[in-house]
């Protein structure tokens, strides 16, 4: 269980974050929908302990998150561009296991790429490398902070059902920020609504049916439409209904 | 290796020597060929070899010292903005002192050694190290960083692969500047306060008026300089930012 307890986060006398309570099952895919602005990135940083300047605390198990092992994917792809694509994922491999490395590239699809760097990928080319790199080390904890935007429509559902693939491989407890409800639908279990300023949850929505795998399910559809007629404002964090 | 352009630039650079020589026609303005055949003479006698060598080790040691002191302190400057106010004011000191007086105070202070020669050297250079590379801590991506954190990559790695990778270019840079500063200084160092190395020789030959001397052995050194800035240099350059 990942437990989130935030009291208080500031940034520059502002209150992001107030009493902030989260608890993610072991294994759950969590997605965060929340208005610009709201402090979904600060979040995934505050869980992945590369802010640490709160009050509160986040737990794994019981476990600070600094002994945690993490899978982060940002907005951007990321990949260290004086490195080359085998280098990178070597980087951050724990077992340094070259063969699991390169098998792990050739599923995705990349290996001819395997000595090239960043820079002569396309940008889904990059995010798969970064898919890969997130996914090396078995991560207890998959961070996703929208990583599939700014890709055209079968690039990203392409990852999607990599990044579902390799969920169903090692079932890391995920949580993946969008801004795009039907994605959200259809990867998690769990869609978590925001508010901003501060940061608050203000619908917790739990989808009882097993992962669907496609975007054009007619189901993800019909769970969109049913949740924006019932409160039309909740992409921009109000729960106001009809 | 030198391309096309490079070699045809030298070779015009001689052969208007020459002609400039022969218009000129001076004992003050020795030939291309007059100087060259001094320099083979000096290189048979054994003693440009000598002196060359003697210089070179000076040339070496100071680099050395200068650079990793330089690039050590540069580093923590831009990295940490309270030790960079607190040393920036003794940074823009030592930038703008001229390089005679810190040779002069060297040689009066701790007397006319090598030690004093190579201080003197030292801390002409490693302001401008500092300067250049602060440059490139501060240019320093957190957005790496924060991969190298996340990740849990080791104090060691993170260092030799994700940030020094990026302060590289600017150690370079402040490398290739350094060599022809350092050798620069040396010389005068040499000439001040030492009995030996080029810089001395040369003292010698401006003694005696001998231009040939003079130039045969300035060109002895910018051949090696030229020569470790191609070979050494220059390639490592390249092969930091192959990726780009």
Redesign the interface.
């Known amino acids: 269980m990942l437990d989130i307890n935030i009291k208080s986060k500031q940034y520059e006398n502002t209150t992001i974050i107030k009493e902030l309570s989260l608890k993610v099952e072991k294994s759950q895919f969590l997605s965060i929908i929340g208005p610009s602005g709201c402090g979904k990135t600060t979040l995934l940083q505050m869980i992945?302990?590369?802010d640490k300047n709160y009050l509160g605390d986040i737990f794994l198990d019981k476990k600070d998150m600094s002994s945690i092992n993490?899978g982060?994917m940002?907005q951007?792809s990321?990949l260290?561009?004086?490195?080359t694509i085998y280098?990178n994922i070597l980087?951050?491999s724990k077992s340094k296991d070259e063969e699991a490395i390169v098998d792990a590239l050739i599923e995705v699809g990349l290996e001819d790429y395997i000595n090239s760097?960043a820079?002569e990928l396309s940008g889904g080319m990059q995010r798969k490398v970064a898919l890969v790199?997130a996914f090396i080390?078995k991560p207890e904890v998959l961070l996703l902070d929208e990583p599939f935007i700014s890709l055209d429509y079968p690039t990203a559902q392409a990852l999607r059902n990599l990044l579902l693939k390799f969920y169903d491989k090692y079932n890391p407890t995920v949580i993946f920020v969008t801004h795009n409800l039907k994605e959200a639908i259809s990867l998690s279990n769990r869609v978590v609504f925001l508010d901003k300023k501060p940061l608050k949850i203000i619908y917790d929505y739990k989808i009882e049916t097993d992962l669907f795998y496609s975007l054009e399910d007619p189901n993800i559809d019909k769970i969109k439409e049913n949740l924006l007629n019932k409160y039309p404002n909740i992409l921009s964090g109000k729960l106001d209904t009809n | 290796m030198p391309n096309k352009t490079r070699v045809i630039s030298i070779f015009a650079i001689f052969i208007f020597w020459e002609i400039l020589a022969l218009l000129i026609s001076s004992d003050t303005f020795p030939s291309f060929i007059e100087v060259t055949k001094s320099l083979f003479f000096h290189l048979s006698q054994g003693e440009l070899i000598y002196h060359l060598f003697i210089t070179l080790g000076r040339v070496f040691i100071a680099f050395v010292i200068a650079m990793s002191i330089g690039v050590f302190f540069g580093i923590l400057m831009g990295t940490y903005k309270k030790l960079d106010n607190l040393l920036d004011t003794l940074l823009i000191i030592g930038l703008n002192i001229p390089a005679l007086v810190t040779i002069i105070i060297c040689y009066i202070w701790f007397g006319l050694t090598d030690t004093a020669a190579l201080l003197a050297v030292i801390i002409n250079k490693v302001p401008t190290v500092i300067v250049t590379v602060r440059e490139g801590a501060r240019t320093v991506e957190q957005?790496?960083m924060?991969?190298a954190?996340?990740?849990k990559?080791s104090k060691f790695?993170t260092i030799t692969?994700?940030y020094l990778?990026q302060i590289y270019p600017y150690i370079m840079a402040s490398a290739r500047t350094g060599l022809s500063l350092i050798w620069k200084i040396v010389l005068v160092v040499e000439l001040l306060g030492r009995s030996d190395g080029i810089g001395f020789q040369l003292s010698m030959f401006f003694q005696f008026f001998d231009i040939t001397s003079i130039m045969a052995y300035s060109m002895a050194f910018i051949i090696v300089i030229l020569l470790i800035e191609t070979c050494i240099l220059r390639p490592l350059e390249k092969r930091a930012n192959s990726?780009r």
Do not use: A, G, H, T
């Open positions: 992945s302990n590369l993490i982060f940002f951007d990321r260290i561009p004086w490195l280098e980087l951050v760097y820079k790199r080390n | 957005k790496y924060q991969i954190y996340v990740y990559i790695e692969k994700v990778p990726w």
